[in-house]
């Protein structure tokens, strides 16, 4: 037998030997879980029949069902988790493996690297070692020879003899070859050549080092990743919340701990898949507009983001309409936030009249006391907090004087006509009503609504020029001040006035909504605005933080990374590091080149691609719109019989993709991606370039590329985030000239 062979004899032997100990294991834990659930049959049986003995009361009862389900869902929760994690691992129980002395040890260890641990609890044997494991991390970052790897107890070193990988599917090795470097490219371009999916796929067999870096940092409190489009910042972010989620088994963190923001519901559900995947369930994800929603319940309207970016592309035809825009800006902006601030303090110095608190002639605290013991507050302690508490305590101050007033009133009512049957509800009658006067009157000063304080910033002439003061404020201020005020007056705010009104609101009435959240997760980070940060940074104070985005990838904003640091200020952890990742994993080389040329003279950066060849993108130009319709009916036919799955033609605006949606269902069957809806499918879809963010495609063809629509940085930033959706073909179609920048 030669060397492979030999080898090819023994990795037969060794999955063969695992799948055995796999299936060995199942029956073991599915017998086990049997056990459990009848012994628990038999504890709730007896607890029904006895418990009417020993329960004293109906509180212990439900006492004792409360624990019994609590037991019960503990049991079945962890043990069929393991079942459906060995059953896993019979698919594919390993990817890699490398041979390691560890210093100062004589004996060779093979590691093999998968989904989860697999360990013999009997004889101590590590079949497999989870990815996530310390060390794992050899895998990914070294090639043969010295390598150190991180443990709890300090770092380890130790020497790689060999390193392979093998690609198993259904329990069968379907190869293997050993590499000397980290991981070939090979097995990468192999895995970046298949069509995409309609979920998002875990990467665990082909995590580049740089990846790896960042998925398994520990050291800091503030993680920020500015990467190219497609160099796997979401895939990071999701096999990062995996690995300290499997690091949380020491730190304590669970996945109710960890939340993901994300930039709209059909994103949130091309990932949704990725952790469960990966063995970790219940990670929160939410959006923007949920945070606004639970927190102001739809108070000021309901305008979306993709509303507001909606109406921001059609003001962007009409030139000169850059209204909106601005205020956009100035709205999402650090000067507003000082505005914001000064506004709170003016309200607590300036804007509350304290009175002079009376009861029945005596006096129970005068003006200048209230105002002192208010602005003398413990720190930390919210306005309206603070403002009920001094409520509170001046009612506890009346109620005894009420007493006897009370008492005081049914003479006066006694010695009255009228009321000889009554003395007693009437003054009562009386005493309420003088209460509720009382209590109105000092609510006067102790109610702060965050409403009517944003309200006033805009209502009250020059308010918010003299709040400004030497500060700069954009041009178009004045109409500012008038669009929002209306808006605000007629109860329908845009959505850049959601992360002020959150901003207040928080800092008015404190956080009460959300807690115990320990890691939060930003992605698309681009397009969170300052006040956005600060709006995170209240919900989330305690927490450690990783942001990820891709600065070029912004839709309203210039390209600018100061935005960055503006988020390391804001979020003001004390650990922080910010990383950049520049190769992309998703297109071709032919559609890297061009995407790259988009950006524009002296936009283009760092930027490398991963090796994989297609055919150069098609910019084809048509006399007519039905010209355009009828290319891309043949193309889904002629993409779809090479063996494409997703074609998505990729519109500038809802209303663009809603029309040729509409034209085009007549001939081929096709889906229309709306905001809020749910998945994205396989197949042909229409969908607006700001919905597409995040996604892939295999096939992307972008509609009507001609010299009108698509002139300005903002038409160029949206083009450059269709295009770099294409991951094997990209087609731009123009009506008539196309545009300029292209
Ligand atoms: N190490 C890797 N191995 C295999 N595939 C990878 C790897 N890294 C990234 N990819 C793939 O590259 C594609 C892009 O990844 P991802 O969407 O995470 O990138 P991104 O930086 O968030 O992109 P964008 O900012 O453009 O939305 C995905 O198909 C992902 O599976």
Redesign the pocket.
């Known amino acids: 037998m030669d060397s492979y062979q030999e080898n090819h004899q023994e990795e037969i032997e060794y999955l063969k030997k695992t799948l055995a100990f796999i299936e060995e294991e199942v029956k073991k834990e599915e017998k086990n879980l049997e056990e459990k659930k009848s012994d628990l049959i038999a504890a709730k049986k007896d607890m029904y029949e006895n418990t009417v003995h020993i329960a004293s009361d109906f509180e212990s009862l439900v006492d004792i069902n409360l624990h019994l389900m609590q037991v019960n869902n503990h049991i079945s929760g962890y043990d069929t988790r393991r079942i459906k994690n060995l059953k896993k691992m019979i698919n594919s129980p390993y990817f890699g493996r490398f041979d390691f002395i560890e210093k100062g040890f004589n004996e060779k260890e093979k590691i093999y690297i998968g989904l989860y641990n697999l360990m013999d609890k009997n004889t101590g044997e590590v079949y497999v070692y989870d990815w996530r494991a310390p060390i794992s991390s050899v895998f990914y970052r070294y090639e043969l020879g010295e390598v150190m790897y991180d443990t709890p107890a300090g770092v380890s070193r130790g020497d790689v003899s060999l390193k392979r990988q093998y690609q198993i599917r259904d329990s069968q090795l379907k190869y293997f070859f050993d590499c000397s470097v980290r991981i070939t490219d090979e097995i990468?371009q192999e895995?970046?050549s298949h069509n995409?999916s309609a979920k998002?796929?875990n990467?665990i067999?082909?995590?580049?080092k740089e990846?790896d870096v960042i998925i398994r940092d520990r050291d800091h409190e503030l993680l920020i990743v500015q990467?190219?489009?497609?160099?796997?910042?979401?895939?990071?972010a999701l096999h990062r919340i995996a690995f300290l989620l499997y690091e949380g088994l020491n730190t304590n963190l669970q996945s109710k701990d960890v939340i993901i923001i994300s930039p709209n519901s059909v994103f949130s559900h091309y990932i949704s898949s990725v952790l469960p995947e990966l063995g970790e369930e219940n990670v929160r994800q939410s959006i923007f507009d949920d945070l606004v929603l639970e927190v102001l319940q739809g108070r000021f309207g309901k305008e979306t983001r993709e509303m507001q970016l909606e109406a921001l592309i059609h003001s962007r035809v009409k030139i000169g309409d850059e209204g909106r825009k601005k205020s956009i800006d100035f709205k999402g902006s650090r000067v507003f936030k000082k505005i914001l601030d000064r506004l709170l303090w003016h309200y607590a110095h300036r804007l509350i009249e304290f009175e002079d608190v009376y009861y029945n002639g005596t006096i129970l605290a005068t003006r200048q006391q209230l105002k002192n013991r208010f602005l003398h507050n413990e720190i930390g302690i919210p306005m309206a907090k603070q403002l009920n508490k001094i409520e509170t305590i001046l009612l506890q101050k009346v109620h005894p004087l009420q007493k006897k007033r009370l008492k005081r009133l049914e003479k006066i009512v006694e010695k009255s006509e009228g009321h000889e049957f009554e003395i007693k509800s009437f003054s009562r009658l009386l005493a309420i009503k003088q209460a509720v006067a009382f209590r109105d009157r000092i609510q006067k000063f102790t109610k702060v609504d965050y409403g009517d304080l944003y309200t006033q910033l805009f209502k009250n002439r020059g308010l918010l020029h003299k709040l400004a003061q030497g500060l700069t404020l954009p041009e178009n201020i004045n109409e500012i001040i008038s669009t929002t005020l209306q808006n605000l007056e007629e109860g329908q705010v845009h959505y850049e006035d959601y992360a002020p009104l959150l901003y207040l609101k928080l800092k008015v009435e404190g956080n009460n909504v959300v807690s115990g959240i320990k890691h939060v997760v930003i992605?698309?980070a681009q397009d969170y605005t300052p006040l956005q940060y600060e709006v995170f940074k209240i919900l989330y104070d305690n927490a450690t933080y990783t942001v990820?985005g891709?600065i070029r990838?912004a839709i309203e904003k210039p390209i600018d990374y100061s935005l960055y640091d503006d988020v390391s200020e804001i979020l003001n952890k004390g650990k922080t590091i910010k990383l950049s990742?520049n190769k992309g994993?998703?297109s071709t080389c032919e559609i890297n080149a061009f995407t790259q040329k988009l950006l524009g003279e002296g936009n283009q950066h760092d930027y490398c691609s991963i090796e994989r060849y297609g055919e150069e993108p098609k910019v084809i130009q048509r006399e007519t719109l039905e010209g355009i319709d009828q290319s891309i009916i043949a193309d889904i036919g002629n993409y779809t019989q090479q063996g494409y799955e997703s074609v998505a033609i990729i519109c500038k605006t809802q209303k663009e993709a809603e029309k040729v949606f509409s034209r085009l269902k007549k001939s081929v069957q096709l889906t229309l991606i709306k905001p809020q809806e749910g998945e994205v499918i396989k197949g042909a879809l229409v969908i607006p370039t700001y919905m597409a963010?995040?996604?892939?495609f295999d096939v992307v063809i972008i509609y009507d590329v001609n010299k009108e629509n698509y002139v300005s940085d903002f038409d160029r930033q949206l083009l450059y985030i269709g295009c770099?959706?294409a991951?094997h073909r990209l087609v731009i179609y123009h009506k008539g000239d196309k545009s300029p920048l292209i």
């Open positions: 990468l895995v970046l995409t998002m796929k990467i067999e082909t995590i580049q990846q990467g190219v489009a497609g160099s796997g910042k979401t895939s990071i992605d698309e990820l891709d990838q990742l994993y998703r963010k995040g996604l892939e770099t959706r991951l």
